[in-house]
T-cell receptor, first 113, second 113 residues
Framework: EADIYQTPRYLVIGTGKKITLECSQTMGHDKMYWYQQDPGMELHLIHYSYGVNSTEKGDLSSESTVSRIRTEHFPLTLESARPSHTSQYLC????????????FGDGTRLSIL | AQSVTQLDSQVPVFEEAPVELRCNYSSSVSVYLFWYVQYPNQGLQLLLKYLSGSTLVKGINGFEAEFNKSQTSFHLRKPSVHISDTAEYFCAVGRGATNKLIFGTGTLLAVQP
């Protein structure tokens, strides 16, 4: 059973709309991550959070923003969606400590028309 | 800088045959390594991890991997595959206490009857 939840699973929306992708985890993990994954490609880290009120950009530049007001919640927002934002977005979390594995949600597949 | 290379983008294999998925990494520091599996329309699920100790690591679903420091490899093996093993497999290397991961480009294991 999943302890990390992403909604919506699929979203098709027009250009220029504001979008928020939700991610919640019930494991009490301090660290959370957002990845972008295109078909047949590796995952690219776009946002990372150490804990509440602590976020930083990942390796891949992204026009999205994130917030971490509560430990369990790590939403990602696109202020004005464009077709180039079409991708799969995966959220993950991990416990504090070295070599802790990341736990992934099922992802949101986003299509911008 | 750390990196991960998965040389095989796709590995076709017949059911009940053995399989090896190759992963090579580069790192100037001690690493920890993971294998994840991604089934269609799902997030990533941890198969196994290597931190230290025995170089042969056993994971879920009958998979195992061997860490080879001299060859900087962490190949994944299964002695007899099933149709249900058809999925994308990602190798990843961890970076320090942040638990950030660098992923390979993935290998699609296609099991045929």
């Amino acid at each position: 059973e999943a302890d990390i939840y992403q909604t919506p699973r699929y979203l098709v929306i027009g250009t220029g709309k504001k979008i928020t992708l939700e991610c919640s985890q019930t494991m009490g993990h301090d660290k959370m991550y957002w990845y972008q994954q295109d078909p047949g490609m590796e995952l690219h880290l776009i946002h990372y959070s150490y804990g509440v009120n602590s976020t930083e950009k990942g390796d891949l530049s992204s026009e999205s923003t994130v917030s971490r007001i509560r430990t369990e919640h790590f939403p990602l927002t696109l202020e004005s969606a464009r077709p180039s934002h079409t991708s799969q977005y995966l959220c993950a979390s991990s416990n504090t400590g070295e070599a802790q594995p990341q736990h992934f949600g099922d992802g949101t597949r986003l299509s911008i028309l | 800088a750390q990196s991960v290379t998965q040389l095989d983008s796709q590995v076709p294999v017949f059911e009940e045959a053995p399989v090896e998925l190759r992963c090579n990494y580069s790192s100037s520091v001690s690493v920890y390594l993971f294998w994840y599996v991604q089934y269609p329309n799902q997030g990533l699920q941890l198969l196994l991890k290597y931190l230290s100790g025995s170089t042969l690591v056993k994971g879920i679903n009958g998979f195992e991997a061997e860490f080879n420091k001299s060859q900087t490899s962490f190949h994944l093996r299964k002695p007899s595959v099933h149709i249900s093993d058809t999925a994308e497999y990602f190798c990843a290397v961890g970076r320090g206490a942040t638990n950030k991961l660098i992923f390979g480009t993935g290998t699609l294991l296609a099991v045929q009857p």
